[in-house]
């Protein structure tokens, strides 16, 4: 039975409460509600269609309801929907777990299975204190992150996250972690404006945090190249690296979240092969499963899997799990996945569309509201300012990112911004032309919303 979408409407306002959302401002509006999808494009109940401009939160990949993604969901579903890894193993998961080592940065050896990208951080945190208390090191309980960091809502992953606005309500729950400058070359925190010239004065500070709490840290955990939920912040090149040989010289556990930037959102299938870094533990979730089921993974070297191997009684074992870990019906969709981005050579086609993206967004940058563009593969951020020389933000309460992506719907594209930064984070097969539809659509809505310069 299908319903109005009147009734649908209503019953949302009635029984839904929605994430990072404002619930009284969203009860006076009428929600668009989506019913179907189609390569790019999303569907909403009256039948109108609206290109994904964030690739349905940061998730999808080769498009929506992809027969041959269907497929292998529908066979798994046909063969068991769930079995559980606490106690067996499971044709999917070891696939899959086989896959992810053979492509992921060298050393990361052993797939530890959650279900999405907040446990795959908490799953990381505390593989690595424990590890520490292995090595007979239990004082090492801190962890470095960088302002604006993003690694997810539940509380662990919120200690090392960066965003004031998510995260000061609940400051008195959270344990307590060091924060660095983040590599954000626009508001350099450090107050340098050339980033050519400062030879990354973050790093240098980022050291001297390291140096006064040597003893006490674990490990850094880090988005790698781009910041995505802390407003689509791009490192410069080299800092990542940089942050690595810093771990190594102090023997510091690096933690690399790619929860948004893994399976091809940088162009490469992770953002740490663009500086040929391998983290000892790394977080995957988002494009994992190309959009469809929630998974994720957290892999670890050798090293680390290795400290925990002891007697029953030594009660080394990592004391972690989660219900619906190593799903099947997501494990399988994962595989298809892979295979796709080989069989659509994939990744050279977000290379390519990654150019089309720079170009389009150069013309962007010339816009009088258009403070800052920043890139990374097919992410990018388009940060509105009210003073393009002064970069005097908008007052957050004027919502020009939302405002920017409301009148974006007009122009048939779904957009969701980061405070001032409006966003494009698309599927990763979309083709040439919806880019630029996508572009132009949301072109638009910024001109409507801060004047056409
Ligand atoms: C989205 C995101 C997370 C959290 O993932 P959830 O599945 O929403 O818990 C963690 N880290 C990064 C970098 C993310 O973008």
Known sequence: MTHTTAQLQTWDKQYVWHPFTQMQDWLADDPIVIVK???SWLIDSDGNRYLDGVASMWTNV?????PELNRALAEQAAKIEHSTLLGLAGEQSILLAKRLVEITPPGLTRVFYSDNGSTAVEVGLKMAYQYHCHRGEPQRTRFLRLQHAYHGDTVGAMSVGGIPIYHATFSPLLFSTIEAPAPYCYRCPLGKDDPAACGMACLGELERLVQEHRGELAGMMLEPLLQGAGGMIVHPRGYLRGVRELCDRYGLLLITDEVATGFGRTGRMF?????EVSPDIMAISKGLCAGYLPLAATLATEKIYGAFLGNYAELKTFFHGHTFTGNPLACAVALKSLELFEENSLLAAVRQR?????LRLARLAQHPQ??????CGLAAGVELVK?????EPYPWEEKRGIRVCVAARKHGVFS?????TVVVFPPLAISAAELDSLLTGLERAIGEVCGDG
Not at 416 to 420: S, T
């Open 370 to 375: 258009v403070g800052n563009v920043r890139q």
């Open 271 to 275: 953002a740490c092969e663009h500086e």
């Open 37 to 39: 999808g189609e390569g």
């Open 416 to 420: 969701r911004p980061l405070g001032n």
């Open 62 to 66: 080769h498009g929506h309801s992809h």
């Open 354 to 358: 990654s150019e089309q993206l720079a």
């Open 387 to 391: 003073g393009k020389h002064s970069k």
